[in-house]
C-alpha cells in the first residue's frame, strides 16, 4: 500500500509539473477588413477567457501611420501588434482610447511613449484613478484630450470625436472616419442587450438614451457601426439600441414608482419587439437604474 501511495504521488507530482511546463494558449484576433485603409480585430465578445481579448479595435491606416482606436486587454499587445502588421508595414502612430475600461486600454504602454494617445478628457481624469496607470506608467495617459468635438487629421485620413454625455461612462467617444463612413461606438453601443453602466466612472443609464439620441441626431452619412463587443452593424442597429435603452429605463422608472422590487421589475421587462436581443444583462441594468434613481 505504501508503495501504490507512493507512486501516487510521484504521479501527481509529475502531472503538476507538465502542466506547469505547458505554454499557454496562443492568443489569435480574427481581423475583418471594413474598407482598403480600415480593419477591425475582433475576438471581442465576452464570455471565453481564453479568447476575449477585449473590445473591437480599429485599425485605421492614413499616410502618417496607423491610428488604433483602443487597444484591448493587457496581455494581448503582441497578438494586436502581429494582426495590424499582416495589413500594413506603417508604424503606429496614434491611439484613441474610447473610455477608461481595461479591456479598452489595456496596451497602451506596449506600444510606447512616442505614440500620441488621445481621448475625451473625462476618460482620462477616469484613467488616472487606474492602477495601470500609476507611477511611471502614467506616461501612458492621453496626451491630447478634448471636451466636445476634436477633428484630427484632413481630408480622406480625417478623423472626428465626438462626446454627448454620459452613458457607459462620463467620457465615452464616438469616433467617425468621415471618408469610409464608418463609426465606432465603443461601449456605448457594446451589444444587443442591457447596457452596461459603470457609475464608479461617471455613468449613467438614466442618461445613456439622450445621450445616444444626440449621437444620432448629430453623426449623419454613416453605413457602418463597429460596436463596442459585437459583429459589424448599420445604423439602423444603433438606433434600435437608443429605443431600447429609452424603453428599458422608462418602464424601470414605472416599476420602482409602483413599488416594485428590482426582480420584479427585470422580470417584467421583455425583449419581444427587439429581434436578436438577450436578457443576460436586464437585471444588472435594472438594479443600476433603481440605484441611480434613488439618488
Known amino acids: 500500500m505504501k508503495r501504490i501511495a507512493f507512486l501516487g504521488l510521484l504521479l501527481a507530482a509529475g502531472?503538476?509539473?507538465?502542466?506547469?511546463?505547458?505554454?499557454?494558449?496562443p492568443k489569435v484576433i480574427d481581423i475583418v477588413k471594413l474598407k482598403d485603409t480600415l480593419y477591425v480585430l475582433t475576438s471581442s465578445?465576452?464570455?471565453?477567457?481564453a479568447t476575449f481579448s477585449g473590445g473591437n479595435v480599429a485599425v485605421f491606416i492614413t499616410d502618417g501611420g496607423v491610428t488604433l482606436v483602443d487597444t484591448k486587454l493587457a496581455g494581448w499587445g503582441q497578438a494586436v501588434l502581429d494582426k495590424v502588421k499582416s495589413v500594413t508595414d506603417k508604424p503606429i502612430t496614434r491611439i484613441i482610447n474610447t473610455h477608461t475600461h481595461g479591456d479598452h486600454t489595456g496596451n497602451n504602454g506596449f506600444f510606447g511613449a512616442n505614440v500620441e494617445i488621445v481621448a475625451q478628457e473625462n476618460t482620462k481624469t477616469n484613467m488616472q484613478k487606474m492602477d495601470a496607470f500609476k507611477g511611471d506608467n502614467a506616461k501612458f495617459l492621453p496626451k491630447t484630450t478634448y471636451q466636445d468635438k476634436l477633428t484630427l487629421g484632413s481630408g480622406k485620413d480625417k478623423i472626428d470625436l465626438y462626446y454627448f454625455g454620459a452613458g457607459h461612462t462620463n467620457g465615452d467617444t464616438f469616433?467617425?472616419?468621415?471618408?469610409?463612413?464608418?463609426?465606432?461606438?465603443?461601449?456605448?453601443?457594446?451589444?444587443?442587450?442591457?447596457?452596461?453602466?459603470d457609475r464608479n466612472n461617471g455613468g449613467s443609464c438614466v442618461s445613456l438614451p439622450p445621450t445616444l439620441a444626440k449621437a444620432i441626431a448629430n453623426i449623419k452619412n454613416i453605413d457602418t457601426v463597429i460596436p463596442g463587443h459585437?459583429?459589424?452593424?448599420?445604423?439602423?442597429?444603433?438606433?434600435?439600441?437608443?429605443?431600447?435603452?429609452?424603453d428599458l429605463v422608462a418602464q424601470t422608472r414605472a416599476a420602482m414608482t409602483a413599488g416594485k422590487s428590482v426582480d420584479e421589475a427585470a422580470a417584467a421587462f421583455k425583449v419581444d419587439k427587439y429581434p436578436g436581443y438577450k436578457t443576460e444583462r436586464v437585471k444588472a441594468a435594472v438594479q443600476a437604474i433603481y440605484d441611480e434613481l434613488k439618488k
Open 175 to 197: 469616433v467617425v472616419f468621415p471618408a469610409l463612413r464608418v463609426l465606432h461606438t465603443g461601449d456605448m453601443f457594446a451589444w444587443k442587450d442591457a447596457p452596461f453602466c
Open 45 to 49: 465578445t465576452p464570455g471565453n477567457a
Open 230 to 246: 459585437s459583429p459589424m452593424m448599420v445604423p439602423k442597429d444603433l438606433q434600435e439600441f437608443q429605443r431600447f435603452t429609452a
Open 15 to 25: 502531472s503538476a509539473s507538465m502542466a506547469a511546463q505547458t505554454p499557454a494558449a
